[in-house]
Structure formats: C-alpha cells, structure tokens
T-cell receptor, first 113, second 116 residues
C-alpha cells in the first residue's frame, strides 16, 4: 500500500520565523496533495492543496511545493504566529480509483511568542 | 455554512456494550469517510462510501465493526462488542468527488469514545 512519511514529527519555532514540513509518499500515481491543520481538540481542516499539474501554490503566509519526480511535497509557513500552533497532516491521494487520502503521522508545530 | 455533524460527541461505555455513532454529511456530497484517531496510530481510514455504496472498509476490524449508509443524510458506524482498545476519537468526513478528481474532505467534530 501507499507509504506516507512526514518530517519532522515535531517543530518548534519563534514567532515570525518560517516553518517547513516535508511529506514523502510512495505511490507515483498520486495526483492530489492536501495539507490539513488540526488544532488541539478540534477537527482537521484543509489549509492548502495542490494538484500534480502544478509545482507550487501560495495562499498568503502558507505555500505548498510539489516535486513529483522525487515524490515529496512540502508545506511552508512564513511569519509564523502563535495561532499557527497545531498538528499538520499531509494526505496524498491514494491510487486504486477510490479517491481516498492517506494521512501522514502528523507534525506538531509549536510557535513561541 | 454547511457542516458535517456527528452524534454523540462523547460516549463512555463498558466493555462488551454496543456503540453506534452517527454522521450527517454535507448535503450534496457524494463521499463519506470514517476515520479513527489515536495518539499511537494517527488518523486511520476505517471505511469509505461513494454514492452510499461501501467502496473500501479494509481498515476496519470486520468482526466487530460495521458501517452503513441507510440514506444520503445518514452514515453509521457500529461497534459490537466494544473493547477498551476501541477508545479513540472517531471522525466522519464528507466530500465531493467528480470522476477521478478529488476535492476537500470536510470533517465532523468527532465522537470521543471511551470504553472501560
């Protein structure tokens, strides 16, 4: 089956710094690459996604970059704020025609004031 | 602002009891997913429905878990009999899939299950 790995598992930054989380996947047929954010005690919510025909997508302070050849995509958060503290999950779409997402183990980001 | 709803939000039960969790997907969505979240295992996909038909339940322990969609507005996840290792947060999510193009999955608030 699909193998999805996220690095790092925890990340601690100072407010205003940048944060980068990398997701590596194994299924070369994956064509949809979302990132979800889950605050403590809350539901996961989509923050940004990218499709395989695009290399980079940006939305204000967050961006996602995709390297299909190397089979990894990354989440970039600039000018981090305390409210960015959460667990972030990558979830590349699996193959097999079922359109299901395969969630990574998550990265716990802590932004310190 | 349409949202996925789940009931109950919290459930405490004794080992061996039956547990039923319910989910109302967003109107118009054609896919429903059940996930289990624990600290150790992260987010695991248990079952997946498309147009109410079960497509994938390979992540679900078949001997005690069952998932159904009796109609387009209701999805259920049942555990019988429940065991302490089933303690987790169970999320339902719905989304719209057009052909082979995936779109955002919208998660419900979750059901926190504790089996003693």
């Amino acid at each position: 089956g699909e193998n999805v790995e996220q690095h790092p598992s925890t990340l601690s930054v100072q407010e205003g710094d940048s944060a980068v989380i990398k997701c590596t996947y194994s299924d070369s047929a994956s064509n949809y690459f979302p990132w979800y954010k889950q605050e403590l005690g809350k539901r996961p919510q989509l923050i940004i996604d990218i499709r395989s025909n695009v290399g980079e997508k940006k939305d204000q302070r967050i961006a996602v970059t995709l390297n299909k050849t190397a089979k990894h995509f990354s989440l970039h958060i600039t000018e981090t704020q305390p409210e960015d503290s959460a667990v972030y999950f990558c979830a590349p779409k699996g193959s097999g025609g079922y359109n299901k997402l395969i969630f990574g183990a998550g990265t716990r980001l802590a932004v310190h004031p | 602002d349409a949202r996925v709803t789940q009931t109950p939000r919290h459930k405490v039960t004794e080992m061996g009891q039956e547990v039923t969790m319910r989910c109302q997907p967003i109107l118009g969505h054609n896919t429903v997913f059940w996930y289990r979240q624990t600290m150790m295992q992260g987010l695991e996909l248990l079952a997946y429905f498309r147009n109410r038909a079960p497509l994938d339940d390979s992540g679900m322990p078949k001997d005690r878990f069952s998932a159904e969609m009796p109609d387009a507005t209701l999805a259920t996840l049942k555990i019988q009999p429940s065991e302490p290792r089933d303690s987790a947060v169970y999320f339902c999510a719905s989304g719209l899939v057009l052909g082979e193009v995936s779109h955002e999955q919208y998660f419900g608030p979750g059901t926190r299950l504790t089996v003693t």
